[in-house]
């Protein structure tokens, strides 16, 4: 039990560190508005590539059998 004692000790030091540099931390819907808009914009590009890519293997397999 020590040793989770002393995670538990140290993941609350981190906090009181993070939460005392800078701004208090904003609300969790401003956080999970952050959050989804960080997502979105790293995943739509790796989504667009995966569905063009999709789609053109498609068509030239479509190509490939009407020739």
Do not use: K, M
Request: charged fraction near 25%; hydrophobic fraction near 40%.
């Amino acid at each position: 039990s020590y040793g989770r004692d002393w995670r538990l000790e140290a993941h609350s030091q981190r906090a009181d560190v993070t939460h005392t540099v800078g701004d208090p931390p904003p609300p969790f819907r401003l956080d999970l508005f952050y959050f989804l808009r960080f997502f979105l914009l790293h995943l739509s590009p790796v989504l667009v590539a995966v569905f063009q890519q999709r789609n053109s293997v498609e068509e030239s397999i479509h190509a490939r059998r009407d020739a």
